[in-house]
């Protein structure tokens, strides 16, 4: 060994700074493989989440423990998902926020893993609810021109040039019904008995038949909306043959 290399090595000081190098060299290396694990990860979620509301997700997973040893142990802690807001299957104008635990990958004959808990608050726009009837029921759609909420007693307001329909959003068998409460100028051109048939294949389309039994838990009307809650717990996730958007995972 060169004289000069053999005193730099000696050197403590020249020591000190190799050691230091090294493991800011490993720490530099563990960052960015923990960055891009993550990144490429929240791609994944997204995709998956996009394939099944619709439109355009983010995905974020807990900071603690790190991704890399959530991943290599199959075990998450804890993920947050957030749509565009422009709609949920038909639904126009919802956005969904969504909180996700405690995920295990296992693959089994008849699943990818579970869930522990999953957590889905959904709003939906007056307007948004508009464009969606409008679209979505022949007999009611051609009618509303325009959609208005009421807090204060929990009721939206379906409104047309020839008369109106209030309803009260509730949970009714896992899903969102739209009940009936008061129609006003239709009874002409609309018979009253088709109305209320007509509203509950429009919420059951919408909200009813999610993946890994998500139920509705709670609707409350307010002053732009509706505002909903969705949750399951203990879920296992199904394989690709149930649902296509799980492939990627």
């Known amino acids: 060994m060169p004289a000069k290399l053999r005193k730099f090595v000696s050197d403590p000081l020249s020591m000190v700074l190799i050691l230091v190098i090294v493991v800011a060299l490993v720490f ?10 993550r990144h490429k990860a929240d791609s994944v979620v997204s995709s998956v989440v996009e394939c099944v509301v619709q439109d355009n997700a983010t995905a974020s997973f807990g900071v603690f423990p790190p991704f890399l040893a959530q991943h290599l142990s199959g075990h998450y802690t804890n993920i947050h998902i957030q749509t565009a807001g422009n709609q949920i299957r038909d639904a126009k104008g919802m956005k969904l926020d969504l909180d996700i635990n405690d995920v295990r990958l296992q693959d089994t004959p008849t699943s990818t893993g579970t869930i522990g808990s999953l957590v889905a608050d959904i709003a939906w726009s007056a307007d948004g609810i508009k464009q969606t009837i409008q679209g979505a029921i022949p007999l009611i759609g051609s009618f509303v021109t325009g959609v208005t909420t009421n807090a204060s007693d929990g009721t939206i307001e379906l409104q047309g040039a020839l008369g109106s329909i209030v309803a009260k959003p509730q949970v009714v068998d896992g899903g969102i019904s739209l009940q009936v409460e008061k129609l006003t100028g239709l009874g002409f051109t609309l018979p009253r008995e088709a109305v209320q048939p007509a509203l509950d294949a429009f919420t059951a389309q919408l909200t009813q038949d999610y993946p890994m039994n998500i139920k509705a838990d709670s609707v409350t009307v307010t002053d732009t ?25």
Request: with cysteine.
């Open 28 to 37: 530099a290396g563990l960052l960015a493989g923990e960055l891009y694990a």
């Open 225 to 249: 909306g509706v505002q909903s809650q969705f949750s399951t717990s203990n879920a296992s996730m199904p394989k690709q043959t149930e649902n296509p958007c799980f492939g990627k995972i």
